[in-house]
């Protein structure tokens, strides 16, 4: 069956040079956007309450945009002056980059990881006498506390924001030929908004192992799957799967 209309679950991209744009007018297919699952900040309240004393660490790892946002937005609400000597591992560039919103950049002690986890062990290890905070949301990757572990340096999680499912009830009578996945949350997601929701001939694509073993757990059929050594990334599948669909006769 060809495609005419995508779903992804997720914010529309604010670059205009977005694969999925590109998708668009290549292809000639409707692409949609609507984030399944959005981030709620956990108030500083509720951070002390998991014995959190910003006060008492050196360092701090960022794996995301939001744990920067979250951990700044607590440290103003505590109050609290984050001090320039603080320590910032960051997990890649970009989220480096995107601490120049909070801290004047050379004037810090900013340590760049290359895109996975693992990757900031070496930097880690290097600094192992400091006291690290981790800030992240409520629903942490497991492969995180166990680097950190096994490194045995003195570290704490600290839950500073929430992942919550969006109330999608709009789209209920609304119908899309692929749906386009990126965590197991969005599936879960899915199915809180549409408990009765029947795959049919609408075609699901996911982005990594743990949201394809959500979805098979839903009873639900993988079409396209991503990242692949041939299709890295969500767009690079969905240009692949289109192009073999829609010349189907």
């Avoid at 951070?47 to 910003?54: N, P, S």
């Avoid at 062990?121 to 629903?139: A, G, N, R, T, V």
């Avoid at 949350?185 to 982005?207: C, H, M, W, Y």
């Avoid at 639900?220 to 050594?229: F, G, Q």
Wanted: proline share 6%.
């Amino acid at each position: 069956m060809k495609v005419k209309t995508i779903l992804v679950s997720q914010p529309e991209p604010k670059v205009e040079n977005s694969p999925y744009f590109e998708i668009q007018q290549k292809l000639k297919v409707k692409v949609d956007f609507r984030p399944f699952i959005h981030v709620e900040g956990v108030s500083a309240k509720d951070v002390r309450a998991q014995k959190i004393d910003l006060n008492n660490f050196t360092a701090i790892i960022l794996t995301s945009k939001n744990s920067i946002d979250h951990f700044f937005r607590v440290a103003e609400e505590m109050r609290f002056k984050v001090p320039e000597t603080l320590k910032y591992f960051c997990q890649s560039e970009a989220i480096a980059f995107y601490l120049q919103k909070y801290v004047v950049y050379r004037k810090r002690k900013i340590y760049v990881g290359q895109k996975d986890f693992a990757d900031l062990s070496p930097l880690i290890k290097k600094y192992k006498d400091e006291k690290f905070l981790l800030p992240s949301s409520d629903q942490l990757n497991f492969d995180i506390p166990q680097t950190l572990n096994n490194l045995k340096v003195d570290w704490i999680p600290g839950t500073f924001y929430k992942t919550v499912m969006s109330d999608l009830s709009d789209l209920k009578d609304v119908y899309y030929d692929v749906l386009a996945f990126f965590s197991p949350t969005g599936i879960k997601s899915l199915f809180k908004n549409f408990p009765d929701f029947e795959q049919n001939n609408t075609r699901i694509a996911v982005f990594g192992l743990t949201t394809q073993k959500e979805a098979v757990e839903h009873g639900l059929r993988v079409d396209i799957m991503a990242p692949t050594p041939e299709t890295p990334s969500m767009t690079m599948a969905l240009e692949k799967y289109i192009v073999k669909a829609n010349k189907e006769k």
